[in-house]
Nanobody, 120 residues
């Protein structure tokens, strides 16, 4: 029911900035939490940043102070502002939406992913 489309990926130099965006459509009324994950080959998918109701946010220790997650009140869009990226930030980034329409029907939806490359 929920569809997620990411945009904004690409090449960014170290010390630069890049903003990832994720647009949600469909049955978005049940979304409780949105997040950004990232993954590189041969490694597990890693939580980068998460935002829940009332704007409560959590960040991975490796990005805290450099990345900022934000969303609108309806949770129809979520963004990840990446400042001062490091080489270790290069990965495929995925938008995630989680929530429930009825008790006992928790769901998780993923976007298709966007590639972020950090290079001079």
């Amino acid at each position: 029911q929920v569809q997620l489309v990411e945009s904004g990926g690409g090449l960014v130099p170290p010390g630069g900035s890049l903003e990832l965006s994720c647009a949600a459509s469909g049955s978005i009324f049940g979304i409780a939490t949105m997040a950004w994950y990232r993954q590189v080959p041969d490694e597990q998918r890693e939580l980068v940043a998460q935002i829940a109701s009332a704007g409560v946010t959590t960040y991975a220790d490796s990005v805290r102070g450099r990345f900022t997650i934000s969303t609108n009140k309806a949770k129809s869009a979520v963004h990840l502002q990446m400042n001062n990226p490091k080489a270790g930030d290069a990965a495929d980034y995925y938008c995630d939406a989680e929530g429930s329409y009825d008790a006992g029907t928790w769901f998780s939806r993923w976007g298709q992913g966007v590639q972020v490359t950090v290079s001079s």
